[in-house]
């Protein structure tokens, strides 16, 4: 008999993205499994990025990239 799975931590993860609809999906796997939350900060990617992030579940917003920090600081105080 299988052990039940692990509770998701009450912790959010924020994927910070651009062009990356070859390494998203792993990526997504990967946090989908600990993380309550998922937000993905796309600045605004041509490929199949945003469709990849909405089907994984996370959360999609748009934000043109400055520099990684602002990026990430902008995520921060921004997202719920």
């Given at each position: ?7 998701r ?33 796309d ?9 990849i992030?909405?089907?994984g579940?996370?959360a ?5 990239f400055?520099n ?7 995520a ?5």
């Open positions: 008999m299988a052990a039940p799975p692990a509770p931590s009450p912790l959010s993860a924020v994927i910070l993205t651009f062009q990356e609809d070859v390494n998203l999906g792993a990526c997504l796997e990967n946090v989908s499994g600990w993380a309550h939350q998922v937000f993905v900060v600045s605004f990617s041509t490929d199949k990025t945003v469709e992030a909405e089907h579940g996370a999609v917003f748009r934000h043109a400055e990684i920090a602002q990026q990430r600081n902008w921060l105080t921004t997202l719920p």
